[in-house]
């Protein structure tokens, strides 16, 4: 069982920087890619980054140049950190893992934008 757990959201005001972590449960390796995603209600979830186990990264348009995507695979554990935060960006990020055999995500954790 493949468990996932984010942590490192909250409330930050524009312009500042979070950084969000997703442990998982045993090596990071084993999977294909990592990924984090974001949901505001009412919208569909949009994909963010993602980090392969090769360490090739890639990102969305509207965040390249401000989030970073890295991983440790010592501490099994992949980040996500964002700068130059604007209100846009406020929603609940999740991460998921890849494998050949599915996907699974973590429960989320909220960041929220506002002066």
């Known amino acids: 069982q493949v468990q996932l757990v984010e942590s490192g959201g909250g409330l930050v005001q524009p312009g500042g920087s979070l950084r969000l972590s997703c442990r998982a449960s045993?090596?990071?390796?084993?999977?294909?890619?990592m990924e984090w995603y974001r949901q505001v209600p009412g919208k569909e979830r949009e994909w963010v980054a993602i980090?392969?186990?090769?360490?090739?990264?890639r990102y969305v348009d509207s965040v390249e140049g401000r989030f970073t995507i890295s991983r440790d695979n010592a501490r099994n554990t992949i980040y996500l950190e964002m700068n130059s935060l604007r209100p846009e960006d406020t929603a609940a990020y999740y991460c998921?893992?890849?494998?050949?055999?599915?996907?699974?995500w973590g429960q989320g954790t909220q960041v929220t934008v506002s002066s």
């Open positions: 980090i392969t186990s090769g360490g090739s990264t």
């Open positions: 998921h893992a890849t494998r050949i055999l599915g996907g699974h």
């Open positions: 045993g090596s990071i390796l084993r999977f294909n890619s």
